[in-house]
């Protein structure tokens, strides 16, 4: 009896419920975070015209791989010596025309007057901020929540494996692959949102290094793909157990 | 589906129940009702062996060929 009850709470019975459970906090949780993005947005629309963006100094944020490996080729063909890091700020730079870089704890901060408030609003939802939000990671929060939602009301001990499963995991892993695309196309907006100011050290124009919460917040590009494989494997098991169900 | 199940024949033969055969046999009524409507896609040799077994008889006795034209076209079931 006791045995019987442990397996039902412990079980996939009992996975399944804690996992609602959990999945339906995060869509509530979307729904909270909606709410206060629409007050964010008044409060930068209307507010200062200051922005600060965190900086990544050490590559730029587009294809840092390629940027690194040019890098070190180039450094390598000229005979220099290898670096530990490429790029960093040696030193702040304070009070500079226009701008100036503050001393974060944990990464440069560039800060700047932009009068257009549609601008800073844009920065905001593209992940521009030291918060956890941004646009994409409310919509993969919002719509990878709704998918894992149904999936979980979908899935019971008896059936597990249906297409409309198959069908919602390949959805989510097209939404994480999507969003991983995104992501560059963020930047490229970064760069033409934010002036190009220029500071001693640097190769690129300081838009070049601007840091999106994205990178934190966002699973990456392999998490898409594992999710693509599982989501075929899934399928393929769906037809078998189709298959076996008329065998007698 | 070119196969026919003569199962009902062979029960009505030994005067034996379905809920009988598949307690003789130890398959659920459910799939075994399955097998006795034509539905089924296939049937294992350790199934056809057990209700065999409880039947007394041999495949054949069970299973029959009536094939229709329309079945031996290629792509179909």
Not at chain 1, 31 to 59: C, H, K, M, W
Not at chain 1, 189 to 203: D, E, H, I, N, S
Not at chain 1, 221 to 235: F, T
């Amino acid at each position: 009896m006791q045995k019987e009850r442990l397996k039902h709470w412990f079980g996939l019975r009992g996975m399944l419920l804690l996992s609602r459970v959990v999945v339906g906090m995060l869509l509530f949780g979307a729904f909270v975070f909606s709410i206060q993005a629409i007050g964010r947005t008044y409060d930068i629309a209307t507010g200062g015209p200051e922005v600060r963006l965190a900086l990544n100094t050490f590559s730029p944020n587009l294809f840092p791989a390629l940027h690194d490996a040019k890098a070190g080729f180039d450094e390598g063909w000229q005979g220099n010596p290898m670096r530990e890091d490429r790029g960093p700020l040696p030193t702040l730079q304070a009070a500079t025309t226009g701008f100036e870089l503050a001393a974060n704890p944990r990464e440069p901060l560039l800060r700047y007057h932009e009068p257009t408030p549609w601008k800073r609003v844009t920065l905001f939802y593209l992940g521009a901020s030291n918060s956890l939000f941004s646009l994409p990671w409310l919509l993969f929060l919002a719509i990878g929540s709704w998918l894992l939602w149904r999936l979980l009301l979908d899935v019971t001990p008896d059936a597990p494996f249906t297409f409309a499963n198959a069908r919602r995991l390949s959805q989510l892993s097209l939404l994480v692959l999507g969003l991983a695309i995104w992501e560059k196309v963020a930047y490229y907006l970064v760069r033409a949102l934010v002036p190009t100011f220029r500071a001693p050290g640097l190769t690129e124009t300081l838009n070049h290094y601007v840091f999106l919460n994205t990178g934190n917040t966002l699973p990456n590009v392999w998490m898409g793909i594992v999710l693509a494989i599982i989501a075929i494997v899934y399928r393929r098991g769906v037809a078998l157990s189709q298959e076996a169900e008329l065998v007698i | 589906m070119p196969i026919i199940v003569n199962l009902d024949v062979m029960l009505a033969r030994r005067k034996m129940t379905l809920s009988a055969l598949a307690e003789a046999v130890g398959i659920t009524l459910a799939n075994l009702s399955i097998l006795k409507s034509g539905k089924a896609k296939a049937v294992r040799f350790s199934t056809l062996a057990a209700i065999c077994q409880a039947l007394d008889c041999q495949p054949g006795d069970l299973l029959a060929h009536g094939p229709d034209p329309a079945d031996l076209r290629p792509g179909t079931d």
